[in-house]
Nanobody, 123 residues
């Protein structure tokens, strides 16, 4: 009963920045962890970052994006964001936001998914 919709993807040059948004609707009264995942062609979907509802929003990042990406949320707007800086060509992927009951990096633990937004980083 939670609908997620990503937006903000596009084409950006290496070293540039992009901010993705994840809009939540439906049963947004439920407290959920929201994570970002990405999947490049021919590769497995990989964890990027998550933010929890507890403790003011605890965050966790994959090592590949730590220090470059920042996940944040605006509860009043039911929005979660992923600010991506210092982008690299290897960051190119279809980016998904997803909701889980717990803070986890495991894809199977997320039970609601958006349709994805494409991020392409050119060199």
């Amino acid at each position: 009963q939670v609908h997620l919709q990503e937006s903000g993807g596009g084409l950006v040059q290496a070293g540039g920045s992009l901010k993705l948004s994840c809009a939540a609707s439906g049963r947004t009264d439920s407290r959920r962890t929201v994570g970002w995942f990405r999947q490049a062609p021919g590769k497995e979907r990989e964890f990027v970052a998550y933010i929890t509802d507890n403790n003011g929003g605890r965050t966790f990042y994959s090592e590949s994006v730590k220090g470059r990406f920042t996940i944040s949320k605006d509860n009043a707007k039911n929005m979660v964001y992923l600010q991506m800086n210092s982008l690299k060509p290897e960051d190119s992927a279809l980016y998904y936001c997803a909701a889980s009951w717990v803070g986890t990096t495991t894809r199977s633990m997320y039970d609601y998914w958006g349709q994805g937004t494409q991020v392409t980083v050119s060199s």
